[in-house]
């Protein structure tokens, strides 16, 4: 049993990080699961893994990445195809970029920032609410930040994507709550993943760590948050159980996001 019995999810991102993470708190709770990634090789190794532990989940993999529109079709339809629904999709890909004052922002990386964090985001919903509009069913979960909702130094173009995502969010919920499809997105703080390792090596290359340390002093609860505490969030707005939550970005950073100075 569980939150997501029998419901076929779609997870872009799914390899690692928060994406993999969701989808072993799915796989925990009943769901099929369509994994997309563009790294191949971790993508299979996540799926061994989830049925290690869940050896009944029906998972199928795709190896596609989400800045291309033709291959964001391709997931949609081979998951139609395998499950013959979307449920539930979690629209979580995306980079960070480089670190760089504003004026400084190297072109083809900000380029790149958009073209995955709002292009790919843009896309599946494009495809995927178009089979969730026939069902007259679905559950969406876009992947902003908490630089969705606030500027983080140095990191313009990820920053003005996560916000653009906060945006389709309520455009979204607004459009397509009427055919039983509600959209919401996550805004996380720093959560433990290989992304945010990598973000601590470029601010103190010398001692990754001890940025990480410092990050944390300035959270209410001490401490990085973990991509399993944000998975059972996903799980539960990815489910039945969430009946009228639309169009809101939920911040899950143990409270940061609230302070004005030190805490
Ligand atoms: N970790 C955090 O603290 C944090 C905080 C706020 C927001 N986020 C957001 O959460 C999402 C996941 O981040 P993460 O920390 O798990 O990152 P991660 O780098 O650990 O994992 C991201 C996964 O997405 C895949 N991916 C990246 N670009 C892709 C593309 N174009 N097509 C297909 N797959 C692609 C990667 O191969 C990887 O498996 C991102 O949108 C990120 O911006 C993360």
């Known amino acids: 049993m569980g939150r997501l019995k029998d419901k076929a999810i779609v997870i872009t991102g799914a390899a690692m990080g928060l994406g993999y993470a969701a989808a072993l708190e799915a796989a925990k709770n009943g769901a099929k699961l369509s994994l997309v990634d563009y790294n191949g090789e971790s993508l299979e190794k996540a799926k061994t893994v989830i049925l290690e532990q869940y050896p009944d989940t029906k998972i199928i993999t795709l190896v596609a990445d989400v800045s291309d529109e033709a291959a964001v079709k391709r997931y949609v339809d081979e998951t139609v195809n395998a499950f013959g629904t979307i449920d539930g999709f979690y629209n979580n890909a995306g980079i960070e970029g480089r670190q760089a004052p504003l004026i400084e922002y190297d072109l083809d990386v900000f380029r790149k920032v958009v073209d995955i964090n709002l292009m790919g985001v843009y896309y599946g919903l494009r495809y995927v609410i178009p089979v969730m509009q ?16 606030r500027g983080v130094m140095n ?3 990820y920053v003005a994507t996560k916000h653009a995502v906060a945006g389709v969010t309520k455009n979204a919920s607004l459009e397509y709550g009427r055919y039983g499809i509600l959209t919401n997105a996550i805004a996380p703080g720093a959560i433990l993943t290989p992304m945010v390792a990598e973000a601590f090596k470029q601010v103190n290359p010398a001692d990754p760590k001890k940025a990480e340390a410092e990050y944390a002093q ?18 539960f707005l990815l489910s039945e159980d969430c009946s009228y939550v639309n169009g809101q970005t939920i911040a899950i950073d143990g409270g940061q996001s609230n302070s004005y100075g030190n805490v």
């Open 155 to 157: 990191q313009t173009a």
């Open 134 to 149: 026939q069902q007259g069913y679905g559950r969406i979960v876009n992947v902003a930040s908490v630089g969705g909702i």
């Open 218 to 235: 300035a959270n209410p609860t001490k401490r990085l948050g973990l991509p399993e505490e944000v998975g059972k969030l996903v799980v």
